[in-house]
């Protein structure tokens, strides 16, 4: 079994504001709270195959699927 590691971080009242009135919404503990965030945030800065992606390679990715959105919003029969 892997051995578990605590991690400190600093966090600012605004956040830890909203990461408390989450974990009180969900009714969890934060540190479940920030495991996911810590989680989907590595998942952003990963492609499929592993690889790191670069800020712009983000850029270029988020203006995609906000173009794609629009185009699927302009799309109307009737």
Not at 7 to 33: F, G, Q
Not at 46 to 63: A, F, H, N, S, V
């Amino acid at each position: 079994m892997r051995r578990k590691k605590v991690v400190s971080m600093r966090l600012d009242i605004y956040n830890e504001a909203k990461i408390e009135e989450l974990s009180e919404i969900l009714r969890v503990n934060r540190s479940v709270i920030l495991r996911v965030l810590i989680t989907h945030s590595l998942n952003l800065l990963q492609d499929e195959t592993g690889r790191w992606k670069l800020p712009r390679q983000i850029y270029e990715q988020q203006k995609t699927i906000e173009e794609e959105s629009e185009q699927d919003d302009g799309d109307t029969d009737g």
